[in-house]
């Protein structure tokens, strides 16, 4: 059984050979862990959605800021 990759990171580094062991013969130790990794990949997953939408957000601001201008100048040019 390997120990998951989301568990490979800068806060365990200088446990990592602890962790390693402690994963594979603690059972409430292995449980922790995997509920760690679990919420670690929602959390991932929910980033990128939110920085997806932010990023369609700002598109639609954009676009919507240029809409106004062109608005504007239409409203001028034959008012």
Known sequence: MAVPKELYNAK??????SLKILYL????????CDDYCKTRLKADKFKKKFEKHFQHKLE???????????ILIYLIRKG
């Open 60 to 70: 639609c601001d954009n676009l919507s800021k240029e809409l106004e201008d062109e």
């Open 12 to 17: 365990f580094v200088d446990y990592i050979e």
């Open 25 to 32: 013969v603690d059972d409430k130790f292995k449980m922790i």
